[in-house]
């Protein structure tokens, strides 16, 4: 029987953040985990969220609804603008993106590769779709046992609002 993890929420550092010890704490009864003191969440906040000194910094609910509209995947749940709403439980606007490598070299691709922003299109800054894609692994590491191999995966980007 596997061990009882006496708290409901653990604190991780980016430095105990190893393979195989997500899946390890939640077989143990965590119910969470929350990562501190890991530069890449705020490099990634401040970028995508709070700065407003480039396009595609600008937070993307700000944006005009042309451009949300312009900006929405038909039929689509995995990525573009939308908004969702469950009356009487929660409601949210998304902009998701996935990202992978581009095999061979050393770029991070997304789909949709970028997004409306007034008359032009606009894409994620490289650096930060490298930090997102380095800490989505490093978590996705941490949550496989820590024998697995892995090979092939893509990751979502989730801004909400």
Known sequence: MAKRHSEAIVELTKEELEPGILGKLYQEGAKAVHLLNDDRVEQIWMELVVA???????PF?????????RNH????????DMWRFLPGNYGHIARKTILYPEP???????????????????APPQDILRIAWELATDVFKGALPAHTS???H???LELLK
């Open 52 to 58: 407003q000194n480039k396009d595609f910094g600008k």
């Open 61 to 69: 609910w700000q944006h005009s609804i042309v451009d949300f509209a």
């Open 73 to 80: 995947a038909v039929k689509q749940m995995d990525v573009g």
């Open 104 to 122: 061979g070299s050393k770029t991070i691709k997304t789909i949709p590769e970028s997004f409306w922003s007034g008359d032009r299109l606009t």
């Open 154 to 156: 893509a990751v979502v």
């Open 150 to 152: 892995y090979n092939n």
